[in-house]
């Protein structure tokens, strides 16, 4: 993750009140869990989903593109900006056997903000990635970092019950109620 492309980001973003969170290998940096981000992944809420596309073409080159299966999210942009490879998911959804996963990520008042260089930089919360890793393929590793994590500093119950009114595959939903129940315990 190239810092001064997150800090163009967050001040555009923040000026303009889109709603919106980092996620993705640049929040696991933020939680001191991996050590070089591959990219910014940035998840915004379904409403401010164009909004942030017309902000954010001012500052790099864009393509809309399809996305990829099992991925089927609403609002998919990558972006070049300063060197940087940035992904903006608005209703981000992935499809699994057993339906469709989907996250309409808005902030909250127990939304995780850090702060770079006085820029404010809303986290999307380590819960909802556990989830999507789970969902995702090939990436089982970043769930279980996540998943040691959580067991260790406690869980955000009311983000991993509302994936788990979502219909996920049973091994999903079980290791979410084993996480939460460890985390707990």
Not at 8 to 22: M, T
Not at 58 to 70: D, N
Not at 136 to 157: C, F, N, S, T, Y
Not at 163 to 175: D, F, I
Request: glycine residues 8%; negative net charge; proline residues 4%.
């Amino acid at each position: 993750m190239k810092k001064e492309a997150l800090l163009r980001i967050a001040e555009i973003l923040n000026s303009n009140a889109v709603d919106w969170g980092l996620g993705g290998s640049s929040m696991l940096w933020f939680h001191g869990l991996v050590d070089r981000p591959n990219d910014i992944d940035l998840l915004v809420a379904e409403h401010d989903a164009l909004r942030a596309h017309e902000l954010l073409s001012q500052l790099g080159t864009y393509e809309a593109l399809q996305p990829k299966e099992p991925f089927c999210t609403k609002y998919f942009t990558h972006y070049t900006i300063l060197g940087t490879e940035v992904d903006v998911m608005g209703l981000l959804s992935i499809r699994h056997a057993e339906s469709v996963y989907r996250l309409d990520w808005h902030a909250d008042t127990n939304t995780r903000v850090e702060s770079l260089e006085g820029v404010s930089i809303p986290l999307t919360p380590l819960e909802d990635w556990f989830v999507l890793y789970l969902l995702m393929p090939g990436r089982g590793g970043k769930a279980d970092l996540i998943e040691g994590h959580l067991k260790r500093q406690g869980v955000r119950r009311d983000r991993l019950e509302a994936a788990l009114q979502q219909p996920l595959p049973a091994e999903v939903r079980a290791r979410v109620l084993a996480t939460m129940a460890e985390a707990e315990g």
